[in-house]
């Protein structure tokens, strides 16, 4: 699918949830609303991708997303050595 028929059929999704959207949600049968549920999902800017980007893989695996932290306890390798010894407390 070529740039201009994505961004075409993008306008007519777009315009077909408008349409759906000036319908009163009390007025609303459960098709209009399973539509436009549907459609939110297809438009919602995280699953929007064109066409051109489509076809490429993106990176995967640690260190490939700069400015994000790896999930806790998965950063850094074990000590060594086990865990610290404690202070002893006030008795």
């Given at each position: 699918?070529?740039?201009?028929n ?41 699953n ?12 995967s ?31």
């Amino acid at each position: 699918m070529s740039d201009q028929n994505f961004r075409k059929q993008e306008g007519e999704l777009r315009q077909r949830m408008r349409e759906l959207m000036a319908v009163p949600e009390r007025d609303r049968t459960d098709a209009q609303w399973d539509e436009l549920a549907a459609l939110e999902l297809q438009l919602a800017p995280g699953n929007r991708l064109e066409p051109s980007r489509r076809a490429e893989p993106g990176p995967s695996g640690p260190g490939n997303n700069p400015g994000r932290r790896p999930p806790k306890g998965h950063s850094q390798p074990p000590r060594q050595g086990g865990k610290k010894p404690r202070k002893p407390g006030p008795r």
